[in-house]
Nanobody, 123 residues
């Protein structure tokens, strides 16, 4: 099994910054893509940012220029630096990882999710 543990978030004022972390542990040979998704109340979960093992990044248009995703491959950890936060960034933020198991190819790649961490932007 694989566990993703998120940290960071909390209450932030508009225009402020926050930093999220997500550490993966468990039965992992390697992790291809890791990313952050978010879900606001009453809305579907959506992509915020992803990063590959080689460092290629992808951002939702709504966060481009404000959020930066980074990764420490040695620690299977990703970070999300969020700047210039807006009210509409309020959401639960979930970490995702596409994991190659040690038993591959006898076992397939699989997706894992963290429990989520709340980011509330409010004055």
């Amino acid at each position: 099994q694989v566990q993703l543990v998120e940290s960071g978030g909390g209450l932030v004022q508009p225009g402020g910054s926050a930093r999220l972390s997500c550490a993966a542990s468990g039965s992992i040979a390697s992790i291809n893509v890791m990313g952050w998704y978010r879900q606001a109340p009453g809305k579907q979960r959506e992509l915020a940012a992803t990063i590959t093992s080689s460092g290629a990044t992808n951002y939702a248009d709504s966060v481009k220029g404000r959020f930066t995703i980074s990764r420490d491959n040695a620690k299977n950890t990703i970070f999300l630096q969020m700047n210039s936060l807006k009210l509409e960034d309020t959401a639960a933020y979930y970490c995702n990882a596409r994991v190659k198991p040690p038993q591959w190819p006898l076992r397939p790649f699989d997706d894992y999710w963290g429990r989520g961490t709340q980011v509330t932007v409010s004055s």
